[in-house]
Nanobody, 125 residues
Framework: VQLQASGGGLVQAGGSLRLSCAAS????????MGWFRQALGKEREFVGG??????????ADSDSVEGRFAISRNNAANTAYLQINSLKPEDTATYYC?????????????????WGQGTQVTVSS
């Protein structure tokens, strides 16, 4: 499956964005999805994930994520979403979506089979 992330941009602190991850075909529904982000000069970090059915959501155990990020998916539209609210300058990063056959989407990047190209989010103070 091919993944295309979109929805990034330049936004002021306190604003919101919804990132999308569009899959190329209906096999999308077989995969759990993860979202990661990578700030300049830093390692790619897990933000959260959602099970193949959408019934389970998992978020990084991090104060930087908790309560502000929401992951969802629409299998009929072959698309996953990452809603980010109350954006902070430290959220500035390239955001990636990834697909895994694992039942639970974890933070181990090696567990993901397919990656999107990333979408840039820049938050100004």
């Amino acid at each position: 499956v091919q993944l295309q992330a979109s929805g990034g941009g330049l936004v002021q602190a306190g604003g919101s964005l919804r990132l999308s991850c569009a899959a190329s075909d209906r096999t999308f529904s077989r995969y759990s999805m993860g979202w990661f982000r990578q700030a300049l000069g830093k390692e790619r970090e897990f933000v959260g994930g959602i099970s193949w059915s959408g019934g389970r959501r998992y978020y990084a155990d991090s104060d930087s994520v908790e309560g502000r990020f929401a992951i969802s998916r629409n299998n009929a539209a072959n698309t996953a979403y990452l809603q980010i609210n109350s954006l902070k300058p430290e959220d500035t990063a390239t955001y990636y979506c990834a697909a895994t056959t694992k039942k639970i989407p974890r933070g181990d990047r090696s567990e993901y089979d397919y990656w999107g190209q990333g979408t840039q989010v820049t938050v100004s103070s």
